[in-house]
């Protein structure tokens, strides 16, 4: 790309061109275009079948990732989602519980047994549990909580030697990025208490990964959605005009939103960005 001479005035007035500028600038101009790119890179991503998971995926593919591994706890619903995320690109899907240590253990291996590197890890699988306060059981509580905060730390502990090899060989910062929510942030009208203390957790976990990991060059984030349609937001998904009316920005939001948030923070451009939260929700954690 040919750019205009750069000019600079000399100390006696005089303007002269800089070519040596203009060489910088054309440099800049054509690294500036990558900032974005997933070129060459893999990732993993829970949860990744369906609703935030499955558009940060997309989002991934279409921005040049060479694979893409998703997993979910139904086989079934798992390989659908893979065939019909392959048309933007390679995309595998490793059926598993991550509920468990051991369903974290095996995927884990899985992901060892194909890549001697992962580049990208978001911890998107997620559970929610809603009861009165006086009737809500352990298990509604144990069951959110373990999924929410738990799994994301044992799964990125048990793939870092792959993310360490992967900034390492690639020569670039790998990434995790754990999908945490506004209710961790500020509070709702719902009885959702394990989900909501489990996101606020998630999110000052975020911070004490990122801390340690950046010497390893991996760079530990989280993006905070608000509504988005999924199967775990039916009113979202259900009566979004409704819900519209109650956000600042006047809708719900969309798959480009929430892959435009993914991207970033998995690329270049995210690469200064670290143990931080982006929230993504059109302005309700201010507003309520």
Request: with cysteine; net charge neutral.
């Amino acid at each position: 790309m040919m750019l205009p001479n750069c000019y600079c005035f000399t100390t006696n007035g005089s303007l002269i061109a800089w070519p040596g500028l203009q060489a910088i600038a054309s440099r800049s101009i054509v690294w500036m275009k990558d900032l974005f790119s997933l070129k060459g890179r893999v990732a993993l991503v829970t949860g990744g079948s369906r609703g935030i998971g499955a558009m940060i995926v997309q989002g991934f593919l279409e921005h040049g990732c060479s694979r893409v591994y998703i997993t979910a706890r139904k086989a079934a619903q798992c390989d659908a989602a893979a065939k019909e995320l392959s048309l933007y690109g390679e995309c595998i899907s490793i059926p598993g519980d991550l509920s468990t240590q051991a369903g974290v253990t095996a995927l884990a291996a899985a992901i060892a047994e194909r890549e001697p590197t992962l580049d990208i890890l978001v911890n998107n699988a997620g559970a929610a549990w809603m009861a009165e306060f006086d009737e809500f059981p352990e298990s509604g509580w144990d069951k959110t909580v373990d999924i929410n905060m738990k799994t994301p730390f044992f799964l990125t502990q048990a793939l870092v030697p792959q993310l360490r090899a992967a900034a390492v060989k690639n020569n670039h910062i790998a990434k995790v990025i754990n999908i945490a929510s506004i209710d961790g942030i500020s509070i709702n009208e719902m009885e959702t208490y394990p989900y909501a203390a489990s996101k606020a957790g998630l999110i000052h976990m975020t911070k004490r990964m990122a801390l340690r990991l950046a010497k390893d060059k991996i760079s530990v984030t989280a993006i905070a959605p608000g509504a988005f349609a999924s199967e775990m937001n039916k009113i979202a998904r259900d009566h979004s005009e409704m819900v519209a009316s109650q956000i600042p920005a006047g809708r719900i939001g969309t798959p480009e939103d929430m892959a435009g948030a993914a991207i970033y923070l998995a690329s270049r451009a995210g690469d200064y960005v670290v143990g931080s939260t982006i929230i993504v929700d059109g302005g309700v954690t201010y507003a309520r």
